[in-house]
């Protein structure tokens, strides 16, 4: 095994007028682990399509992921979808991408538009053979991944896009790859990236999309550590502990919490650096302490990035403020939501005596309940989270 | 001169922001960038009373309505 590690995030729109989608991603493992991501396009729309979707996708990740042959997989869908009393057929499409061991990709592919590859930042034509299974003409490509591949599979409708609206053909593949080359960051996350096309996709549908719509994304990443700190230990004594714990780690240093950061700047013996501009008028300003490398107050900050958080386990809404913004609650959310991987959350017991006034603004004692909420959030998002207290 | 300004949890919430930003512009229109310095600071320890101001070591309470007060009253006649 090696210190890559596979990212993955995926996006869909419905079709107008429909509350269920007809396509359908399934992701097992990922991170450190074998991957095995589905997508899948029911025929139709609606509760059909949805039904379709759901059982292939299922079908597939479990199956393939638990080392069956592909044959076997095809033909247990085949005999399981329900035929639809309408077209008299039964019908998904699919993409199959797997990573093993961290250092082969397989990707097998039916009647879906071809996965995107980019590798460092370029389209990657892989290689693709073609096998037919119970009739399906199956495209299957195995290569060796690389660190910063991205993978970018989607179903037709992202292709159509546009069709017979703003365009005369749709999207197509090829203007697909090409706006993600255009857009390409290497530190972008898999989310983000399939929430740049997807809104595009909606851009183009003028909000009204014709078509179920799926883009899922895998991106082969480098492990990254963030470690951040908020609230002071509850015993005194314990802050040079605590300290030397915190500073030993590698990866980024983040520090939230004026109290916190003054414990830091005692240690560290340096000044404590504020600035005064606000980014974003909801979040106070973050500060400098040379050695760290992010100051932020605690608590409106971190309840700002588990705002951020939760929309971009859902529908990612607000990513675009985040992505760009300077703000302390934005940089976290960077840092935490884009380059990490691994995150420690430090977490301080202390009551700080100036906030125990049932006068103040807001109770204080949320804070807990934030980092908690949060870290199930990053959980989510596929990262390792480990919480201590103190 | 220094004039800082609690940037911290409490103070933010009852108005830090709209007291530097008042602070900021009255510096400007009375032309004192050269004397007068403005920073940030993370609570001061007395959040009943925010927000925390301290000016030449002496703290006040302010809130942004009594912002231009504090100016007129403590700040101009000290330069």
């Known amino acids: 095994m090696n210190d890559l590690w596979i990212e993955t995030g995926w996006l869909s729109l419905n079709h107008v007028g429909e509350t269920l989608c007809g396509d359908k991603v399934e992701v097992f493992g990922g991170g450190d682990e074998d991957l095995t991501l589905v997508l899948a396009d029911g025929l139709g729309s609606g509760v059909k399509a949805n039904i379709l979707s759901t059982l292939t996708s299922k079908i597939l990740c479990t199956m393939i992921s638990g080392g069956i042959p592909l044959e076997d997989c095809v033909a247990t869908i085949a005999s399981t979808l329900p035929v639809c009393s309408v077209r008299q057929v039964a019908y998904s499409t699919f993409t199959i991408l797997q990573i093993k061991n961290n250092e082969t990709a397989h990707i097998i592919q039916f009647d879906n538009p071809a996965t995107i590859v980019l590798r460092k930042g370029e389209v990657f034509n892989y290689p693709r053979t073609t096998r037919v299974i119970a009739g399906k003409t199956i495209w299957e490509s195995v290569f060796p991944i690389e660190v910063d591949d991205l993978f970018i599979a989607m179903s037709d409708g992202a292709e159509w896009a546009g069709v017979g609206m703003t365009m005369n053909f749709g999207w197509t593949r090829d203007s697909i790859a090409d706006y993600v080359m255009a857009n390409y960051l290497p530190e972008n996350s898999a989310k983000s990236t399939a929430s740049l096309v997807i809104d595009e996709c909606d851009r183009l549908y003028g909000g009204r999309p014709g078509d179920d719509t799926t883009i899922a994304v895998a991106r082969v990443r480098n492990r990254h550590t963030v470690n951040l700190i908020v609230g002071p230990p509850e015993n005194r004594e314990d802050d040079e502990k605590v300290m030397n714990l915190f500073f030993g780690k590698n990866g980024t240093k983040i520090v939230c919490g004026g109290t916190t950061s003054n414990v830091v700047s005692r240690y560290l013996h340096q000044p404590i650096i504020a600035e005064l501009s606000y980014p974003d008028p909801e979040v106070p300003p973050i500060s400098r302490i040379k050695g760290v490398d992010l100051t932020t107050e605690g608590v409106i900050t971190l309840a700002k990035v588990l705002k951020y958080a939760e929309d971009f386990n859902d529908q990612a809404k607000l990513a675009h403020i985040w992505i760009t913004q300077k703000d302390g609650a934005s940089l976290i959310a960077r840092e935490l939501f884009e380059n990490a991987t691994d995150v420690n959350f430090y977490v301080g017991r202390a009551i700080n005596p100036a906030h125990q006034n049932p006068n103040l603004p807001i109770n204080f004692a949320i804070k807990q309940q934030i980092v908690t909420n949060l870290a199930e959030c990053l959980e989510k998002m596929g990262k390792h989270i480990r919480l201590s207290y103190f | ?79």
């Open chain 2, 1 to 79: 001169m220094k004039i800082t300004i609690c940037i911290g949890s409490s103070c933010h919430l009852k108005g830090s922001r709209q007291i530097v930003e008042e602070l900021q512009r009255l510096v400007k229109e009375n032309q004192l960038e050269d004397k007068v310095e403005l920073a940030g600071q993370f609570c001061m320890g007395n959040c009943q009373n925010g927000v925390c101001v301290t000016l030449d070591g002496d703290t006040f309470s302010l809130t942004p309505e009594t912002t231009r007060a504090f100016f007129e009253k403590d700040v101009l006649p000290r330069l």
